[in-house]
């Protein structure tokens, strides 16, 4: 096999595999109502540990760089998951911060989040997981 054929079948098995994950979890989230945007959002907000976050700081934390954050985050404000408040020292800035409901439904979530990761994963062996975050983490640093 030519090198652009393996690389070309490299990329698509990447994608693939990446797709698959995404729908395997979002089916997951279904029940709780929760897209895995959202979900990323507020594990982006419990992970800052009561400190506010920008809209630019959850965009830039965001595993799809695409997503309308501002229409993510104002469903989670409807679903009283998250809050918004104005900067005590820039009163143009908009602060946001988990609620106790949306660290309650995270505690919830990450249970059956680690169930379905090690699902998605059975098929490789741990010494494979390793490897394989290797090599994601070469990619995803370029």
């Given at each position: 096999?030519?090198?652009?054929?393996?690389t070309?079948?490299?990329?698509?098995?990447?994608?693939?595999?990446?797709?698959?994950?995404?729908?395997?979890?979002?089916?997951?989230?279904?029940?709780?109502?929760?897209?895995?945007?959202?979900?990323?959002?507020?594990?982006?907000?419990?992970?800052?540990?009561?400190?506010?976050?920008n809209?630019?700081?959850?965009q830039?934390?965001?595993?799809?760089?695409?997503?309308?954050?501002?229409?993510?985050?104002?469903?989670?404000?409807?679903?009283?998951?998250?809050?918004?408040?104005?900067?005590?020292?820039?009163?143009?800035?908009?602060?946001?911060?988990?609620t106790?409901?949306?660290?309650?439904?995270?505690?919830?979530?990450?249970?059956?989040?680690?169930?379905?990761?090690?699902?998605?994963?059975?098929?490789?062996?741990?010494?494979?997981?390793?490897?394989?975050?290797?090599?994601?983490?070469?990619?995803?640093?370029n």
């Amino acid at each position: 096999m030519r090198q652009i054929e393996f690389t070309k079948n490299t990329v698509v098995g990447l994608l693939k595999a990446s797709s698959r994950a995404e729908d395997f979890l979002s089916k997951v989230l279904k029940p709780y109502e929760i897209s895995l945007q959202q979900f990323n959002v507020l594990r982006i907000l419990r992970g800052r540990k009561e400190k506010p976050a920008n809209l630019s700081t959850i965009q830039k934390r965001m595993v799809h760089k695409n997503s309308n954050t501002t229409r993510l985050i104002d469903k989670l404000i409807e679903k009283f998951l998250v809050e918004r408040k104005t900067s005590e020292e820039n009163r143009r800035k908009i602060e946001l911060i988990i609620t106790p409901k949306g660290k309650s439904m995270l505690s919830e979530l990450d249970l059956v989040i680690e169930k379905a990761e090690i699902e998605i994963l059975k098929p490789l062996d741990l010494e494979e997981q390793k490897s394989l975050r290797k090599l994601l983490n070469k990619i995803n640093l370029n």
